[in-house]
């Protein structure tokens, strides 16, 4: 009487129960987090003892309750956070013992590969499927990290679903998900991306964002100017605000210089002046500028950001 | 892990075409009065029709499509607050869907939903199994599910991959498939069937 979409259905049935199972794996290593009104949000066991979330999610700062797979509570304290990547490290208290998200295989990630996101927004795990629907190249967040890659992802990240990892199909950790990052779009931070902003969050308790204090400018340069001083490129940063007590203050950059190099890089955007920042962490860097018809060098060493916030 | 599923993606597909197939066979369009069309799922061989009571109102025409054809039918029972009702269309045959228990689901699990989007025949949508809600008893009360659902899917199957009813769509919360669970449905026809016999 009744039917089934009979025999043919193994290939179907074995991708369902594969994916299912790398939920399940997942799931193993997923806490519910408890630091915001109405739904908790998720966050990995990213090695021992240590959770790894969305820091949007977490909005108190003291003692944090969780929810550990096992149905389990746990207090867990916050190791540090980084608001300009959304992340956020929590130690857990006391000995639960739960083991670290198995990592999946990043290389053979492409356009296309199927994900999963998992998240516990509660006491159960759920999960949203879908693609890889692009991988971004050298991305800056609106607060001004710099991601080598991130994952777009075609999928819904659903409410409690930030700070919860996005797996393969075997259950393996590709990338922590995030909806807030990119006001909306689901997005995913690759596990490389959040391994180097973990290790400084439990060194230092802050990611190290080095900065001089100055508001820039793109301007045209004319052709006969840049054929004068041997610039070249056509454009240069003019200096339009500098910050109290800043290290452009201090070093005596003025309002009105004309940033051409730092650290021997042309410098044509902004985002040029913070690449060549942050390839310079806690060094001196030289900056190459034009003051008023003339070429100068002045020598900056950048204060770092993620302490005074 | 990825590449021994891209492996078998073809024959996923194909079985997909089968799914397909199975489901625009065990289901109907139903319509009733002013409210626009639901989908109805053929439950047995006596032209038994299951949808969502909010596809069916009390007092209005009632009509049902099986292969372009409109047959006129009749509301059996209801169970508002399952939001379940039971119809029947004599004439109308299908195969009926072999029901599997929705305790058994797991979370990522893939599923499929059927039914008449607004106003598309027969369109097919996958996804996986979100979440198992449960009611104070610990039973399944609602499959929840990460698929595009719209008004028209409502009443339609969602069924596993080998094309098992797990529930009966009804509705859309936060983006997320609602169905009931293929369990709930199954007793409410018994007791529908158990009550008119007596």
Request: hydrophobic share 45%.
């Given at each position: ?33 408890h630091?915001?009104?109405r ?31 096992n ?6 304290t ?13 130690r ?51 607060q ?21 990892p ?47 204090g ?19 490129g ?18 005596g ?10 650290g ?25 500028i034009?003051?008023g ?17 | ?5 891209f ?13 397909a ?9 139903v ?129 596993d ?38």
């Open positions: 009487m009744s039917a089934s979409a009979s025999g043919a259905a193994s290939a179907l049935s074995e991708l369902s129960s594969q994916l299912a199972s790398a939920v399940q794996a997942a799931g193993n290593s997923i806490v519910a987090i630091a915001r009104r739904i908790p949000s998720s966050g990995v066991i990213w090695r021992d003892g240590v959770v790894v979330s969305a820091s949007h999610t977490v909005r108190s700062e003291g003692e944090i309750s969780i929810t550990l797979p149905g389990d509570s746990a207090k867990a916050i190791a540090g956070r980084d608001t300009a990547t959304d992340l956020i490290v929590l857990i208290n006391g000995n639960a013992t739960v083991k670290a998200a198995p990592r999946g295989d990043y290389s053979s990630l492409r356009v296309g590969t199927l994900v999963l996101a998992v998240g516990r927004p509660g006491k159960n795990v759920s999960a949203s499927f879908g693609i890889v629907s692009a991988v971004g190249e050298g991305w800056r967040t609106w001004g990290a710099r991601i080598d890659r991130v994952l777009r992802l075609d999928l819904a990240v659903y409410d409690g679903f930030s700070g919860g996005l797996v393969d199909a075997g259950g393996g950790v590709l990338a922590i998900n995030n909806s807030a990052l990119a006001r909306g779009t689901p997005l995913a931070l690759p596990a490389q991306a959040v391994d180097r902003v973990v290790e400084e969050l439990l060194e230092r308790g802050h990611v190290r964002r080095p900065f001089i100055v508001a820039v400018q793109p301007v045209a340069l004319s052709a006969a100017l840049s054929k004068q001083h041997q610039i070249s056509d454009s240069g940063l003019m200096i339009v605000s500098i910050a109290d007590n800043s290290p452009a203050e201090k070093g950059i003025l309002l009105g210089d004309l940033l051409l190099e730092a021997g890089q042309r410098l044509s955007r902004p985002d040029d002046l913070l690449d060549a920042l942050a390839s310079k962490q806690g060094e001196p860097i030289s900056l190459r034009l003051r018809g003339v070429l100068k060098t002045i020598s900056i060493t950048p204060a770092d950001r993620g302490e005074r916030e | 892990m990825n590449s021994a599923i492996g078998s993606a073809r024959a996923a597909s194909s079985n997909l075409n089968g799914l197939e199975l489901l625009r066979e065990a289901v109907v369009e319509r009733s009065g002013e409210l626009g069309s639901g989908t109805g799922i053929i439950w047995g061989g006596a032209g038994l029709i299951v949808t969502n009571a909010h596809c069916v109102r009390r007092g209005s025409s009632l009509e049902v499509d099986a292969n372009g054809k409109w047959r006129e039918a009749r509301a059996l029972a209801y169970h508002p607050q399952h939001d379940l009702a039971l119809i029947a269309a004599p004439s109308v045959t299908g195969p009926m869907l072999e029901v599997r228990d929705p305790e058994s689901l797991r979370a990522g699990e893939l599923v499929f939903a059927h039914g008449h989007p607004l106003g598309v025949r027969d369109a097919l949508a996958m996804g996986v199994i979100h979440t198992v809600a449960r009611d104070r008893s610990k039973s399944p009360r609602w499959v929840v599910a990460d698929v595009r659902l719209a008004p028209g899917n409502s009443g339609g199957p969602l069924v991959a080998e094309g098992r009813l797990v529930g009966i769509n009804s509705m859309v919360v936060n983006g997320l498939g609602v169905a009931i669970p293929s369990t709930l449905v199954q007793q409410f026809v018994e007791r529908a069937l158990a009550q008119r016999a007596a």
